[in-house]
């Protein structure tokens, strides 16, 4: 296939990506953030949310996703998309830097090959993709990838923070990066670490107007403080979610408005799929299907959840196979008839065995200071004992839990637990990234923390990276979420809801981005 | 002489030893500092590129030449920078000590003086209302956990009263400079050094009243009384500057971890302090931050013996004879 095969409309639509529909509001704006974000520039956040959000309030990607998860064309004008390879970027006219310098197409050359040659987890990966950077003008630029790769625009044109040239190009330990400089909505005017960021209105941003003339962000740790701030008055909005317990006193009050959503962080129960008993598919299915997720999303999240699916996907994810939607339920005789079918017989002590004497009795990881995870793994232990499996439940602290599922995040490196709880951050779920989390090459698998190997699994998920054609692709999504469906490496428990409160009457133009929250970048711009 | 040279040689070797315990600890731990080296998603990266992040900051080099790296580094103040932060750490940890210093610092002097002067009295006044009524509420208090009564605080002082802020050590958008920002701070101050004193005030109180109360069933005491020394020259002369020597050894104690911060009511108050610095270093794995913490909290600690070696004798005529 060849020649030019997508367009994009070079209109900026501020309502798609979620800007607020107030008229005018300006003023201050008071959020509590959770902990420090370091300077705030794209090497030197902290958290996946809310510290990327309020990084590329500084910074701007080429395109923006929207409140929908579809990528809406930002410093990029246009896109024409050849051969499946070439993408051909025609940049916004009158952009310039914090600093009145022109950003032009030189800017998106150097930030692509600065993110290749220093190493940083979220954006190498994604810049690595491109082969050749060919600036044609100073609004111009084409970008050849070394393969076609269906979510390209996603991962990368609309994730890639883009650096000023003029600054970065003599900065050779990005990570002691003390100034952060954009094109973005806000500039960074003060920051006291651990206390607060003072983010101030670019009055030339050339997009939509910023919403707000300064953003406080106030560092407050602790969860009940931060909320008794949002009760006093004292914080207009906070970026952590709402614990399930003060859902019912904040909906109650007129001052105090909820926004409810997807959440797309899981909650997952991953095993070692070579340990033996957890070899086999039938005992991961007996598990999943023995686990009573409603009682865990009732007690744990006092149902502001969501079930799992065993497809993994969320179900509000466009890429959800319907499909998979559910466990098969098992009750506790039901498990053990398909555990005895399976020629597992019931020993002295009550607890099931296979013929070459593997016991199913399984060391389960949970992490100390995640309340939520501990009690589910107790609750899930209750379950599963009581079918037959001898699940002893081992409370550690999380980076020792980390480091025992997933040594120094290197999935080559093997692992030493048999069932643990985990959980992955939005990304891995919105960007439907089924190979990382399926795939038997450590290289491409580097998420498989269960160890699974399967040539269809790896075949299907080959193939949906390169699948240009939406429809194809979800097609190859939908057979790899059949494939784990099927052989369970991992069980999906929930999704926690996100609900996030703020003050009306400090501003309400908040909008909800699907699986992540209130707090993007179209919450921060005015319409 | 042969004494101070001893005592010089007992420090240095305390130094050293606490200097290894600084460097091995954190990497006793499990896991790795990687997720913070490498930004937000770790997994997404190749084992090649993990390698090369390892070797960039000098994690792939065996433990011994870490460890010769490391004591050349802190002799020379080359404490690097924050894993965690990208800052330099002595810059880091410059930025919280002064408030650590106010916080940890008033609320040891209020505690220190109202103890002595409530354990003075309570002992003073043994078996009465105010004895009976301090050492209860004294022990109530201390058994409270700190971020319970510091919830407890808030709630009442700054959600339902709205007298004081809730969190932080300024306003982020109030005064900068002169008295209003003192008075911002002051305001700031009051909940969490009212919630440290409260946790910290039983030790200074017990001690003193007790002390008070082995001063008072001494020969001495009852000697003065028969001399027909007044009462107020008993109490203050002859009892509390006897009960006080234990005290000055508590005082001298706490001294030490001034500099070491509060971190759970930090963490309650979103202060801005040491603890909570280290708290995140710790659970990060932030290496460098946890070196220079710790040295300067093994320094500190080591200063305040020395002063306790050196005020001791001035205080107490016994040790100073039995030191000559």
């Known amino acids: ?527 | 002489m042969n004494w101070y040279l001893g005592r010089v040689g007992q420090y240095a070797l305390v130094l050293l030893a606490a200097l290894t315990l600084n460097f091995a600890l954190p990497r006793a731990m499990p896991g790795s500092p990687l997720r913070f080296l490498a930004g937000e998603d770790v997994g997404m990266l190749a084992p090649a590129q993990v390698a090369e992040i390892r070797a960039r900051y000098g994690l792939d080099q065996g433990l011994g030449v870490q460890y010769v790296t490391y004591l050349r580094n802190m002799a020379t103040g080359q404490w690097g920078f924050s894993y965690q932060l990208g800052r330099p750490v002595i810059d880091t940890i410059r930025a919280r000590l002064p408030w650590t210093l106010l916080l940890v610092g008033s609320s040891m002097l209020i505690a220190t003086l109202f103890g002595i002067i409530a354990g003075a009295f309570a002992a003073w006044w043994r078996g009465r209302a105010f004895d009976t009524l301090s050492l209860t509420g004294s022990i109530v208090v201390d058994s409270l956990p700190t971020f319970w009564l510091g919830m407890l605080l808030i709630a009442v002082f700054a959600v339902e009263l709205r007298w004081l802020p809730i969190y932080g050590a300024v306003t982020p958008w109030g005064p900068k400079s002169g008295w209003p920002y003192v008075v911002d701070v002051a305001r700031h101050l009051v909940l969490p050094a009212t919630t440290l004193t409260l946790a910290t005030l039983s030790s200074t109180f017990l001690v003193m009243r007790y002390g008070m109360l082995d001063a008072l069933g001494q020969d001495y005491i009852r000697t003065a009384r028969a001399k027909g020394v007044p009462e107020g020259s008993v109490l203050l002369k002859h009892t509390v500057r006897n009960a006080l020597l234990p005290v000055s050894t508590v005082v001298f104690l706490n001294l030490g971890f001034l500099v070491g911060g509060a971190t759970v009511i930090e963490t309650v108050f979103s202060y801005p302090g040491v603890g909570t610095l280290l708290y995140q270093a710790v659970l990060n794995r932030d290496y460098p931050v946890l070196q220079g913490a710790f040295f300067m909290l093994t320094v500190s600690v080591i200063l305040a013996n020395v002063l306790a070696d050196a005020v001791y004798p001035l205080l107490d005529p016994r040790v100073r004879r039995a030191g000559t």
């Open chain 1, 1 to 527: 296939m060849s020649g030019i095969r997508t367009v994009f409309v070079s209109v900026v639509l501020a309502v798609a990506v979620g800007a607020t529909s107030a008229a005018s509001h300006g003023g201050t704006l008071r959020m509590a953030i959770t902990q420090d974000e370091g300077t705030l520039t794209p090497y030197t956040y902290q958290t996946g949310y809310p510290g990327y959000e309020l990084m590329t309030l500084v910074y701007d990607q080429l395109f923006l996703m929207d409140v929908d998860l579809v990528p809406q064309p930002w410093l990029a004008a246009g896109l024409h998309i050849a051969d499946d390879v070439v993408y051909h970027l025609t940049l916004r006219e009158g952009v310039r830097w914090h600093d009145g310098t022109p950003f032009t197409a030189d800017d998106v050359a150097f930030s692509i090959g600065y993110y290749q040659t220093h190493v940083l987890g979220r954006f190498t990966t994604s810049a690595n993709k491109v082969a050749e950077v060919e600036v044609g003008g100073p609004l111009e630029v084409s970008l050849t990838l070394r393969a076609p790769d269906a979510g390209f625009v996603q991962t990368g044109l609309a994730d890639l923070p883009m650096l000023p040239r003029h600054v970065w190009e003599s900065v050779d330990e990005p990570r002691t990066m003390a100034s952060a400089m954009g094109t973005g909505p806000y500039r960074v005017a003060e920051y006291q670490s651990d206390q607060y960021y003072r983010l101030v209105a670019n009055a030339g941003y050339w997009g939509p107007a910023p919403a707000f003339d300064t953003i406080i962000a106030a560092i407050i740790r602790d969860e009940t403080a931060t909320f008794q701030a949002v009760l006093a008055g004292e914080i207009d909005v906070a970026v952590r979610p709402v614990p399930a317990g003060l859902v019912e006193r904040f909906s109650g009050r007129a001052d105090i408005s909820l926004q409810q959503g997807a959440g797309f962080p899981s909650t997952i129960l991953i095993m070692d799929v070579t340990h033996p008993g957890l070899d086999d598919a039938e005992v991961r299915r007996v598990i999943a299907g023995s686990i009573d997720v409603e009682r865990l999303i009732d007690v744990l999240l006092l149902g502001y959840g969501t079930a799992g699916t065993p497809g993994f996907i969320h179900p509000a994810s466009p890429f959800a196979n319907p499909a998979t939607a559910a466990y098969e339920r098992l009750t506790p005789a039901d498990a053990r008839a398909r555990l005895e079918a399976a020629g597992y017989t019931r020993g002295a002590d009550g607890v099931y065995a296979r013929s070459d004497g593997a016991r199913l009795a399984f060391e389960f990881l949970a992490p100390a200071n995640n309340p939520t995870r501990l009690r589910a793994a107790e609750l899930i232990a209750l379950d599963l004992n009581a079918v037959g499996l001898a699940v002893t439940v081992r409370s550690i602290e999380n980076e020792a839990l980390v480091q025992r599922a997933w040594p120094d995040f290197d999935v080559s490196r093997g692992r030493d637990y048999q069932m643990a709880m985990f959980g992955w951050s939005a990304p891995v779920n919105a960007q439907a990234n089924l190979r990382g989390l399926l795939h038997s090459d450590t290289a491409k698998g580097t998420l498989n923390l269960s160890g699974y190997a399967d040539d269809e699994a790896d075949r299907l998920t080959d193939a949906a990276l390169v699948t240009t054609d939406p429809d194809a692709r979800r097609a190859l999504l939908f057979q790899a979420q059949e494939r784990l469906a099927a052989d369970l490496p991992l069980i999906t428990l929930f999704y926690q809801d996100g609900i996030y409160a703020y003050r009306p009457a400090a501003y309400a133009g908040w909008t909800f981005m699907a699986g992540q929250g209130i707090v993007h970048k179209g919450s921060f711009l005015r319409r």
